[in-house]
């Protein structure tokens, strides 16, 4: 080898080393960027001695008394509310979702076009449109203020239809010569649901779970307008959200934090166990469009 | 623009390739518009043509029926009792004493209200033996409205229903006369979880749908043609009516109101423009940054690539109302971001990013990099995936070619990226522009546009459509009506967005052909 | 064990397109049908009407004189091996193969002697816990087959069963479906691109292209009297040699000029055309590059050709020859006779002369392509 040739060798072998460093520097910093929020929100959960807004991270005197105060606040109702919302949910959530995603996917009859296309359609309206009507009918109904619980549930089950799109993407993926050789086996249709499809679609059905569990968490509109004045009617989305308004922020706001955590717990765990799942279903949806 | 050969083009430089590109896009939109209503036009000329086959066919049916089917005609079901499938005929009937006894009952009285929305307003007496106004509440002008449309729908269901009897009896009498046998209600069951199982299935959600989505925003179309608002709520002050067209000219009129106030149409097109600006870059700062990082954690030699990733993708796991509003408060006058800053110096006085209405760029620019900590964990992880699936000799068949880092990116990553992921994109634009809750928790709107605020209740310079129809039905005057103009606006131009590139995509398609 | 009958069959789908045209065709019990052709002729779409998975557009379909348009895939007792094989991926082999029998709530008993006694002929036992992710391409075709077996079907359908498979298994896979043939003693229809499967494995073929049924016979009948250009073309390896050429009719006799040779007919093709009246005119004329015999040296009533490519078989060569009229031409020619000198001579550009007899040629009409003699 002529020393020219060594040097360009050395220098492809350095060059890379140092493209390498540069990367491993930035996704150090921002590993960091995307956690100092959550950090800061659990350090300021154990911070005593200013229960308001202050431009420091550590706090000055640590205890857990905001925790403790939660339990005087309605909090329990509200985390009681979002989560019983969150198991229905997700339990039926699943099931509307896979029925409408394995016709989609599997048959083959006159109305399926149009009904995609109706789907479409209807996805393009802004959903906060029907937000006046649902909560007038829930009110006729009973279902708002304090038992604004199962009314979310209803609301959230009854277009959960719409979601379709990834598990019919999952499921577009298992060959039909399955379905066929099944019905020639002697299955029928319903049989082949749940003796073929099914037990393949163990990563879409946990995938669908898992995100329906996690929407009641997070949603903030309709709970607010559902429970609307009544504080029993929360979920903690809204609850918290109340926490953070001009008059109450000075009091507050550890106590936000502390709620924070308390939510965030649950649903992160869950979904540490489960990312496998999530991942795969994020993926294969973006890519099925 | 004319169109050139194949070997034409190939002899364009390459900005001439690019403006041919452009010229053939833009005059072929007139076409494109001239074809979706050709298609219209050939739709409505197909459901005539349909229409027309369906009723010759029931005079036909009814005609050369014999007396069973004839009789169906009016009594649903008779047919299938006679021929002997109780089941099926059962349910026809059932269906036809429930409609009729509902169209007595209080259909009739909806359908016959719904052109007036009620007439009657509530009414205010004296009551002197008490010494109180007493108010009797009379016609409801909401109820009016859903149930006349519930009762439409009803009557829809019926005229279906009923045909698909009609239909049956003729089938029948065609299987009998040919020898065969009808199904008895045993298989009728039996069908539901085999060749009708699709049905079954659909049954649940599409119920679902119809009545907790398709009817409200049905209902909420016809608002906008209403004064439905805080004080006309149709029931306990005033009862609301038909107004036609005005909340449309009304959200057109360019002319402000009393008092130097701006006009609906002027904060329209300034919230849009926001919107789209928020939409285009939130949808492409997040992808290209994303991938970035996917590709970053791709690399060979990289350590730690799951940790890396579970870092991000945990961050995807807390729910979005809490890190978007504690950011919210970290980006406070008195929050940490400016603590940090004052203390290190850097600025001498806090900086208000969300309540500075003098300058609405910094509260706009802040909101983009802010969702772009939101969104970048997310697109990470679907970029993986895919940057993982580019078929690896044709990246090495490009270097062997001599193409550098950037030029293997530009001419073979992205390409394919944009490929798979395009109407990944497409929807992710349209869901940003309606994305309430990024906006809604981080700002609320703020900062306050003090001059588009003055005749549309309150608007800020980051809100976008979606929020400010929200502010708009929970605000002080809540006018319904101007939200659901609103949100029929917001539905034009998602659906015009989508028509465009969509009808744009196939051409990418043939170019880019990967498969 | 039963017959099927087709008629006036049709696939017509929702955008108009005509799949099969008309397909008429009787079955015998216990026979061993081939369907054969080009992707696209509609041979899967026929076999997949025959199980129920895809709608008859028209016309009747009977097993063992029963009508069964109407009647679900289950209700026909049919039984079908995949192309891809379709197992059930959670499903271990032996759960696999006792699916349809579970279904039909036959005992275990009975579920563990069948299925055991098909993986025994099958030569799958030691496989029955395995799952199918676990086997190579040949097992599961055998699992596969396996699955069907146990049912004691009707009718053994079988769609592409070899073509996922490597060369060399799919030969040794041929074999063995003609024993598993020999040992069920059911009726079969078989579908398949390759000619060679179609040869070797059925009782008769039918050849079909777009839709249309273009020839039924045995493997010998279309082999040696195709009905038209197609047929001669599809069946044979290599492909048969078509050559413009000239019938012409001198009294009671008939011959064919080709590059002036002129080669007279036999009694029997002069006896057919005759009695079918036909008169000199321009014909294509087939012949198999295994019909043709190679000569070195010019010759009365020899062809001249130039040589193009020579392909080493090993036991035979493929010759590429172009003829004075540019059409192109095969021919086998066996190594073993052959010597040096002749072996060196079949460089490309060199010379070379081929003859064929009357009886080895096929006479094609150009203009309806269909054969002046047989059909």
Known sequence: MSEATAKRHMGLKASRAV??????????????????????????????????????????????????????????????????????????????????????????????????????????????????????????????????????ILVYVAS???????????????????????????????????????????PIVIYTVLTAFMGPWGDYVFARYIAFGASAGKNVAVGLYDWLSKDQISNNYTMFCAGGVLVALPVTILFMFLQKYYVEGVTGGAVKG | MAQLSDLEYLRLSKGAKFGYKLGRFFTGIPKGIGHFFLKIGQGLKKGAMAVGREVSDIVSTFVHGDWKTKLSFFIMGFGSIARGQILRGLLFLLFE????????????????????????????????????????????????????????????????????NVRQNKMSEMILASGKKLKSGREDLHSIVDDQFHKTLLALPMTGIIIFTMLPILFMILVAFTNYDGTHNGYTNSLFTWVGLDNFNTMFSWTGGAGGTQSYAATFFEVLLWTLIWAFFATFTNYFLGMFVAMAINKKGIKFKKGWRTILVLTIAIPQFISLLYVSKMFAKNGIINGFLLDMGWISEAIDFFGDASRPWLARVTVIL???????????????????????????????????GWKQYTKITLPYMLFVTGPYLLTSFTGNMNNFNVIYLLTAGAPTNAAASSASGSVGYTDLLITWLFKITTGAESKYYMASVIGILVFVVVALISLIVYNLMPSIKNEEDFR | MASVKLTDVKKIYDNKVTAVHDFNLEIKDKEFVVFVGPSGCGKSTTLRMIAGLEDISGGTLEIDGEVVNDLQPKDRDIAMVFQNYALYPHMTVYDNIAFSLRLKKVPEDEVYERVTNAAQILGITEYLTRKPRALSGGQRQRVAIGRAMVRNAKVFLMDEPLSNLDAKLRNQMRAEIILLRQKLDTTFIYVTHDQTEAMTLGDRIVIMKDGYIEQVGTPQEVFDTPVNLFVAGFIGSPQMNFLKAKLVQEGTGYSV???????????????????????????????????????????????????????????????????????????????????????????????MYITFPAKVMHLFDPETERSLIDG
Not at chain 2, 371 to 386: A, D
Request: one cysteine or more; aromatic letters at 10%.
């Open chain 1, 19 to 152: 493209t390498n460093t540069a990367i491993h520097v930035l996704l150090i910093v921002i590993s960091i960027i995307w956690l100092i929020p959550f950090v800061c929100i659990v350090l300021q959960s154990f911070r005593v001695e200013n229960s308001g807004q202050v431009g420091y991270v550590l706090p000055k005197v640590w205890g857990t008394d905001n925790y403790v105060n939660l339990f005087q606040t309605d909090f329990p109702r509200w985390y009681t509310n979002t989560f019983i919302a969150a198991i229905i949910t997700a339990i039926l959530q699943t099931v509307i979702v896979l029925c409408m995603s394995y016709t989609l996917s599997r048959f083959r009859f006159k109305m399926r076009q149009p009904l995609m296309k109706f789907m479409l359609i209807l996805g393009m309206f802004p959903g906060m449109l029907s937000m006046i009507i649902l909560y007038r009918v829930l009110k006729d109904l009973g279902l708002t203020q304090e038992n604004a619980t199962p009314g979310l």
């Open chain 1, 160 to 202: 959960s239809g719409m979601g379709y799109y990834v598990s019919k993407g999952f499921f577009d993926t298992i060959p039909m010569s399955l379905d066929e050789a099944a019905r020639i086996d002697g299955a029928t249709r319903a049989q082949i649901l749940y003796k073929i499809i099914l037990p393949l679609s163990k």
């Open chain 2, 97 to 164: 004493i429930v409609f009729i006894g509902y169209m007595i009952m209080s259909g009739g009285y909806w359908l016959s209200m719904l052109p007036s929305l009620g007439k009657v307003g509530p009414s205010k007496t004296y009551n002197e033996d008490l010494d109180v106004f007493v108010t009797t509440y009379n016609d409801n002008s909401f109820q009016i409205l859903l149930y006349g449309v519930l009762t439409i729908f009803f009557i829809l269901a019926f005229i279906y229903t009923w045909r698909v």
């Open chain 2, 370 to 404: 802010i969702n772009i900590w939101i969104g970048i964990p997310y697109l990470m992880l679907i970029t993986t995936g895919i940057l993982m699936n580019i078929p690896a000799d044709l990246y090495e068949s490009a270097k062997i070619d001599g193409a550098s």
């Open chain 3, 257 to 351: 000029e080709i590059l002036g040779a002129k080669i007279p007919l036999n009694e029997d093709q002069v006896s057919v055309l005759s009695r079918k009246n036909i008169r000199s005119q321009e014909i294509i004329l087939g012949v198999r590059p295994e019909h043709t015999t190679v000569l070195f040296e010019k010759a009365e009533g020899a062809i001249e050709c130039t040589i193009d490519v020579n392909e080493m078989m090993g036991s035979e060569l493929h010759l590429h020859l172009s003829s004075a009229n540019d059409d192109k031409i095969i021919v086998r020619l066996p190594t073993v006779d052959l010597t040096k000198e002749q072996r060196n001579s079949l460089a490309y550009g060199n010379k």
